[in-house]
DNA sequence: GATGAATGAGCATTCATTCAT
DNA sequence: CATGAATGAATGCTCATTCAT
């Protein structure tokens, strides 16, 4: 934070790049030694820095987790929509969102543990909740408006809506939080290959069975 | 606390008593104020006692945890186990390990939360996840199990099992994860019908589609 | 302490064995553990009984260690006069004096080493040193008769008495406490017969050298 | 505190600066109010600091205690070599070892009751005796090699050498020990004469007594 | 008399936070 | 900008003490 001086580009470039290291710092942290351990002088120690220059730059802990949490959720998000993005039937948008998902926690293995470990920290400060259920709810409406759609544009006919956004949602999760604690017997690969496969069922469905 | 002398039935009686009010007040405290907030004190002013009354029952705040989460894992296997086990064929034992799953977290929401909390918190200690993946792996081995016999039996006779029970347990698990955090928007019951369905689809599944 | 029924003989009796048996146990405890172990439930454990037994019987642990204190040094202090007090000669009654020290301590070692470790903790409470210099002033004052008795009948002609009950205590003491440390590398007999030696050249001498 | 970025001097200065300061104070403690009472908060308090200050600068109390002892250890072993060694013959050497031992204790009351206070509580932490015994030890055996070597160069022809180091040994501790705990009643500088003439008697004995 | 149960003060320790330099 | 220094609240834990039964 900048305190007297009057901001130059400079300045806020250097800040923008010291703030961008300690957050990096501290997902590493998070990911690798758990959120328990990720004190302040852990996470500077792990910058090479002094736990003051994270005072410096966040007001407190509870800010840094703050932003860490945006950052991964924001990187999340960006990653998706441009697979999504690119996919031009809502039928490949729902199975690109998958797959995405995917391919995010396999590439960046760290920050995809990182989340999980923060969001179940349920109750971070005193009001509940107030990271983990807004983006599950975001990714239940992403499916949901591609769900939709599909469906008015005549590709998934019969299908019943209805939380389906929230089983899919849950099954890729579902499966990437057993490959985060058990990745030897945990074949993620296989395992989103079925994911998919269900998808395809799910969407090829005649209304009889999964309305 | 008890030391070497037999005890009589009055003190155990007792004794047991606080020591199961002190474990559920844990498991309330841990599921409503999350682990990491949920200090002796915490749960001795819930239990409305003083904090020294739990080191006088449990040895440390380890011991403690160790026990709810004994006590959680020992609960669902139980409750698990006897509406698996009333079943007859592979088919309604796989169909009633979820539909028990999902029956459990709704009648027992603090205990499951609690275990939610608890098994993500991976490195607990030094060492890392002393809980979270064995009881994965009991899962996942218990749908295996099932699954196994279902096909030696014939009833499932082109399943591929590879990875299946981390599919089918991920579906349960992400999905109740979703309602933990959010039971206004998640419809728990629609979500387990549909849970249930998807089972179906694979078990009468040609092996053409999810082999 | 007897509360509200009027005290018996045999309510005293039993009281006063009970009384014996926990201070046994503490100075066996003491011995062994170290003071700093020595807590009531470790003296407690020690004699098969419960914390409370010891606060019914002593108003406070301070009081405790104050009998157990008193105990030893009585013990001591009895042991000692019995040895000197059949001795025909001031010479003779002082080698008998410090040849008892030397015996006591080989013959209970635990309550010597209780000792040891009680005097030390030189401010016990808020008045300092409650016991070691009391203890030591006795043990001079003691010598100090026999030296002047032996002068007086003209043993000692020409023997400077100033301090010299010091010196004696401490040489007996000096050697002990390094027997106790390390058994092995002390061999307390030859010590104990190089004292008295000691004790032999400063009776013999002629004023010359031990003004 | 100091990470793994190299120290600058001036921060280096600073933080002995403080550390000495630590250890005088935790000296200044132990010997005033006991090992027992010496609390970090009382440490601290005497130091005019919180006890945040002390855990700041040793990483736990052990380690405080460790410095302190290995400190105190170092002072007198370095007080008494330096008279010890500027000495030319192993009889002056025998009796500066002896005189600086009681100069060093009445120069540094504090220190040398501290010392005497640590020694002696055996049982620091779990292992017994981590202190105590290695420095008596030590002085046996720095006595003992001047002894040889006066009898090498024939200094004293017929002295019987065995456990005598203890006996000198402990005549100083014991005396000294007395007058710490009553420095009213006993009269250090006389006590420290007499040692040193007995040492003389032992030192110009022919074998007939002390052999 | 004795026990189990409970308390509360005190302990060492961790850690986010503040601040002068 | 960054650091080292210091703080103080909170944590888990121990233990002497009290008390109803």
Chains 1, 2, 3, 4 share one sequence.
């Not at 729902?94 to 990182?114: C, G, H, I, Q, T």
């Not at 470990?117 to 949901?144: H, M």
Request: contains cysteine; proline residues 3%; glycine residues 6%.
């Amino acid at each position: 934070m900048r305190r007297k001086t009057e901001p130059t580009r400079k300045a806020t470039f250097i800040e923008e790049h010291r703030r961008r290291q300690l957050i990096d710092t501290a997902i590493e942290t998070i990911a690798n030694e758990g959120l328990h351990q990720a004190s302040l002088s852990a996470i500077a120690g792990r910058a090479g820095v002094t736990k003051g220059v994270i005072s410096y730059y966040f007001k407190s802990k509870h800010e840094l987790v703050e932003r860490v949490m945006a950052d991964i959720l924001a990187d999340i998000r960006g990653f998706i929509s441009e697979r999504v993005a690119g996919s031009p039937t809502p039928s490949l948008k729902l199975k690109n969102y998958v797959s995405a998902f995917f391919d995010y926690a396999m590439v960046n293995r760290d920050r995809y543990a990182a989340f999980v470990e923060l969001w179940t920290v349920i109750a971070w400060g005193s009001n509940k909740n107030p990271f983990g259920s807004v983006s599950y709810v975001q990714c239940r409406n992403y499916i949901d408006t591609i769900l939709r759609e599909g469906q008015k544009k005549g590709d998934f006919p019969q299908l019943d809506l209805n939380q389906l956004s929230t089983l899919i949602q849950g099954m890729v999760d579902g499966v990437i939080i057993q490959w985060l604690l058990d990745p030897e017997l945990v074949n993620i690969d296989v395992c989103k290959k079925k994911v998919l496969e269900t998808l395809d069922i799910y969407l090829s469905l005649s209304g009889a069975c999964l309305k």
